[in-house]
């Protein structure tokens, strides 16, 4: 039942959806009768039950293969295998996000999942138990979602995240909290949204679901659970992977900014750097990846920030001993905690210096 479980969360080859995610659009991936029917290729039987009206009553599920002693399929209804796979909570799990006409614009769905995620952390760090448990199950939810909408390349480390997770984040417990609602409802829409295309969206994202669940497992640590703390640094483990992996091209598209930076914008960030980590800043301003930070540095301040006060923040009560790069890490948590827009990465690089400082410089040098 294990195993029928994990399949159930896991994406069913060429499907836009999660199996699990029942709505009433469900004609459009499955067939409107109780026909055994074969889920994607993934080797799950189901078998959708209708009312008379032909309004969904539930569904029951069965691994191909897996029979009784007359040959039929064992069958399991989906609250059996686990509560949070019963219909009703499916159905309102991933019921559309209610959305009042009257407000304001929002940021598109990768960036609010992205800041919802980021919260995690701090809330985990002052929820009581019951809450906190909530708030993992939101993230748990999050990590089950993602596989669906990321790279074909990066799936296999995200599913064996989020089957890691799986004995981390499950609980009956569901906060009636506003921010454990904000991550619910960016999750249902990532689902109805084509996955970006710009790379830094899902490096941004990945970078603040790993300090989520290192945040997970620091919580359970705390609380003497010690096999759901194990299953978290797992979960960890392939985040960190499938994160490495995914900013490889985006990082290199915003270096190749960095370095195309006026030199007097650079020496303006180097002492920023300085300033806010003076204990790091000459290891960051070594590496490879200070382009990169250099030039997020500048879009911070441009975007009316503090760099030196969000520079901070970025590496406060942060996990950067784990990092391969100080730099890089910061540069995706800078653009998170600023929110900087995506064509950030792909405008233009910062003017030179006016003519009149070309030309004091100028002044200077034949003096």
């Not at 309102?92 to 940021?107: G, I, K, N, V, Y």
């Not at 089957?163 to 981390?168: K, L, N, P």
């Amino acid at each position: 039942m294990l195993t029928l479980t994990t399949d159930m969360r896991r994406p069913p080859a060429g499907t836009g959806i999660p199996i699990e995610g029942l709505t009433n659009e469900e004609e459009e991936s499955f067939p409107m009768d109780t026909q055994q029917v074969s889920v994607g290729g993934s080797g799950v039987l189901m078998e959708i039950q209708h009312f008379p009206s032909g309004d969904i009553r539930g569904y029951k599920i069965a691994l191909d293969g897996d029979t009784n002693k007359d040959g039929q399929p064992v069958w399991f209804a989906g609250s059996t295998l686990a509560p949070d796979l019963s219909y009703p909570k499916i159905s309102e799990r991933l019921a559309p996000a209610d959305t009042p006409s009257a407000m304001p614009p929002q940021p598109d769905a990768w960036r609010r999942l992205a800041q919802a995620t980021d919260r995690v952390p701090d809330l985990l760090a002052s929820s009581d138990d019951g809450t906190g448990q909530a708030h993992i199950a939101a993230l748990a939810e999050t990590l089950d979602a993602l596989p669906l909408r990321a790279p074909a390349d990066l799936r296999p480390q995200l599913m064996r995240a989020a089957t890691a997770f799986e004995h981390v984040g499950r609980s009956r417990i569901r906060a009636q909290h506003q921010q454990a609602r904000a991550t619910r409802n960016a999750v249902k829409a990532i689902l109805r949204e084509p996955a970006p295309k710009d790379g830094a969206a899902l490096a941004i994202l990945l970078d603040a679901l790993l300090l989520a669940v290192i945040a997970a497992r620091h919580w359970h640590q705390a609380h003497h659970h010690d096999q759901q703390a194990e299953a978290a640094r797992q979960a960890a483990e392939h985040l960190r992977a499938a994160y490495q992996a995914a900013t490889v091209q985006p990082i290199a598209v915003v270096q190749q900014r960095g370095r195309h930076l006026a030199l007097f914008l650079r020496e303006q960030q180097a002492a920023v750097a300085r300033q806010a980590l003076p204990d790091l800043a000459e290891q960051i301003l070594a590496e490879p990846g200070w382009s990169a930070l250099s030039v997020t540095l500048a879009a911070t301040k441009k975007a009316g920030h503090d760099p030196v006060a969000l520079l901070a923040q970025a590496a406060r009560h942060r996990e950067l001993d784990t990092a391969t790069s100080y730099s890089e890490v910061l540069t995706w948590r800078l653009s998170r905690l600023a929110d900087l827009p995506q064509r950030t990465w792909h405008a233009a690089p910062e003017p030179p210096p006016s003519t009149r400082t070309i030309r004091s410089a100028q002044q200077r040098r034949t003096r």
